[in-house]
């Protein structure tokens, strides 16, 4: 009996590592995936911010 409880808590035991791993995979994954969007966001954001400053220029141009 304590060789098949042993027996049974290391195959429980290496189950666990083997879903620990390709759930750690996942998470680094989704990380990197994160990373990409806030990057695109970023160009997006100094996009918008040049569109800004090239509309309040040719306003600012016209009032004169």
């Known amino acids: ?3 098949q409880v ?5 195959q429980l035991e290496e189950r666990l590592f083997h879903l620990y791993g390709l ?3 996942l998470i680094q994954e989704r990380l990197q995936e994160l990373a990409e969007v ?3 966001v970023g160009q997006a954001e100094a996009e ?8 309040e ?3 600012h141009d016209l009032c004169l």
């Open 38 to 40: 806030m990057e695109r």
């Open 23 to 25: 759930h750690n995979e």
């Open 48 to 55: 918008l911010r040049q569109v800004c400053r090239t509309v």
């Open 6 to 10: 042993s027996g049974l808590a290391e």
């Open 57 to 59: 220029a040719a306003y």
């Open 1 to 3: 009996p304590a060789r």
